[in-house]
């Protein structure tokens, strides 16, 4: 077993993981990568929040049917595989639909990110309309009793009442959904999404150096959510002292 472990290495130099001898002339390739992964996350997780907080009011209705449709959807999308998700979307959907192609900021083609977009936002959708339930849920029965009391409907003392202290729950959940996209953005790549996955694959099969455009990926990628994920730590930390006063 230590021989095997041994000769799968061989010849692998440590220096081979930090061989970035291609920045000068593909840095361009990340920078584009970056910008492509951020708005595809952002804009995904943006889109998802309507259709979640839609799917999460079904999922507590009284009507069985409604919360049954709800329930379906979530119950698809949080057991498939995003990558069967998304070519179900990118071939069947898009690919019956021909999406007229223009260039978003210059760089983003448009009929490969809003396939991408829909897909991440569909699933996505699934995650943060139980966020939203949780929320809801979390929030104390007598703030509805309370303004159902004062003559409110339903509906009234749901988006008055509820919902303003519901969105202080989710922020921070809401807030990591954004943190696992930029991560689950990666697997658009499969389809020649120029997010920075395909950027550094697309390097890695011109310079043939193997490990160092993917090593650079994972930095990248480490940037830019351990920072955040800190940050929704502090927020987190926070509220709960505002709590507690």
């Known amino acids: 077993m230590a021989q095997w472990w041994s000769s799968l290495f061989e010849g692998m130099a440590p220096s081979s993981f930090f061989n970035f001898s291609f920045l000068p002339k593909y840095g361009s390739f990340f920078v584009q990568g970056i910008e492509y992964t951020l ?5 995904s997780v943006g889109l998802a929040v309507i259709p979640a907080l839609l799917l999460a009011l079904m999922r507590l209705s009284k009507h069985r049917l409604i919360r049954s ?22 071939f069947g959907l898009f690919g019956a639909i021909q999406l007229p ?7 983003i ?29 979390a929030v104390d029965s007598g703030q509805t009793e309370a303004a159902r009391s004062l003559g409110m409907g339903a509906w009234t003392s749901m988006r008055l009442v509820v919902l303003p202290q519901a969105i202080k729950n989710i922020l921070p959940a ?4 954004l943190v696992t996209m930029v991560k689950e953005s990666s697997i658009c790549s499969t389809l020649g999404m ?10 890695g099969s011109t310079t043939l150096i193997t490990l160092g455009p993917y090593v650079l990926a994972a930095l990248i990628y480490f940037a830019i959510n351990y ?12 509220m709960r002292r505002g709590d507690k006063r």
């Open 39 to 43: 708005l595809l996350s952002v804009i």
């Open 69 to 90: 449709v709800s329930g379906a959807y979530i119950a698809v999308f949080r057991s498939t595989p995003l990558l069967v998700q998304l070519s179900l979307i990118y």
């Open 101 to 107: 192609q223009f260039y978003i900021f210059g760089f």
């Open 109 to 137: 083609d448009s009929t490969r990110f809003i396939p991408g977009v829909v897909a991440l936002a569909l699933n996505s959708a699934a995650y943060v309309a139980e966020i939203f339930r949780a929320g809801i849920l």
């Open 174 to 177: 809401l807030a990591n959904e």
């Open 194 to 203: 120029a997010e920075l996955m395909y950027g550094a694959k697309t390097v």
């Open 227 to 238: 920072p955040a994920s800190k940050a929704i730590e502090a927020i987190e930390r926070r």
